[in-house]
T-cell receptor
Framework: AQKITQTQPGMFVQEKEAVTLDCTYD???????LFWYKQPSSGEMIFLIY??????QNATEGRYSLNFQKARKSANLVISASQLGDSAMYFC??????????????FGDGTTLTVKP | NAGVTQTPKFQVLKTGQSMTLQCAQD?????MYWYRQDPGMGLRLIYY???????DKGEVPNGYNVSRLNKREFSLRLESAAPSQTSVYFC?????????????FGEGSWLTVV
């Protein structure tokens, strides 16, 4: 069964500093995708970044990067130069490619990030 | 850009009442999904539709039914609402079920069952 673990219920970071949000996953599939979403207090789910299991390089999108360590099954999100608008809940998610799990994405319980001025 | 649009945004139901959450996407996506999010938790998949004409159960399908009306629209019905179904419901879509396809979400529907 696929599973996502986010061990940090809450994190604080000073404005302009970098922060790492942890995510570990469990899957028996060789092909899968890892995603990070941001959920601000308004409630919408905003896609941030994607990493494929066969991608050799870590994904980057602006101030977001994904530290992908396949052997350790971790996919940590790094936010550089934090801004006050980064304060939100962050979810790690996984989608597997196998037929039995196609369409079934798994989400972690989320990490609440608070950026301090 | 509308993306994924779901209605209503807020709804209060009495136990035993029925209702349908509507969802439409304008991205020409084949696959659509319904999730629920309980307080302080991640999203759990209720039902999904790989393509027009097909629907499948997700992780928590009990108490719900779905209809893929056409390629654009995917509705979620609660036949007899229960307090345990108080949650935020998200409709979502992706190009295909492929694991590399990003899932795009609607803005959520806040449902309270009293």
């Amino acid at each position: 069964a696929q599973k996502i673990t986010q061990t940090q219920p809450g994190m604080f970071v000073q404005e302009k500093e970098a922060v790492t949000l942890d995510c570990t996953y469990d899957t028996s599939d060789q092909s899968y995708g890892l995603f990070w979403y941001k959920q601000p207090s308004s409630g919408e789910m905003i896609f941030l970044i994607y990493q494929g299991s066969y991608d050799e390089q870590n994904a980057t999108e602006g101030r977001y990067s994904l530290n992908f360590q396949k052997a350790r099954k971790s996919a940590n999100l790094v936010i550089s130069a934090s801004q006050l608008g980064d304060s939100a809940m962050y979810f790690c998610a996984m989608r597997e490619a196998s037929n039995t799990n196609a369409g079934k994405s798994t989400f972690g319980d989320g990490t609440t990030l608070t950026v301090k001025p | 850009n509308a993306g994924v649009t779901q209605t209503p945004k807020f709804q209060v139901l009495k136990t035993g009442q029925s209702m349908t959450l509507q969802c439409a996407q304008d991205m020409n996506h084949n696959s659509m999904y319904w999730y629920r999010q309980d307080p302080g938790m991640g999203l759990r998949l209720i039902y999904y539709s790989a393509s027009e004409g097909t629907t499948d159960k997700g992780e928590v399908p009990n108490g719900y039914n779905v209809s893929r009306l056409n390629k654009r629209e995917f509705s979620l019905r609660l036949e007899s609402a229960a307090p345990s179904q108080t949650s935020v419901y998200f409709c979502a879509s992706s190009e295909e079920l492929y694991s590399g396809n990003t899932i795009y979400f609607g803005e959520g529907s806040w449902l309270t069952v009293v």
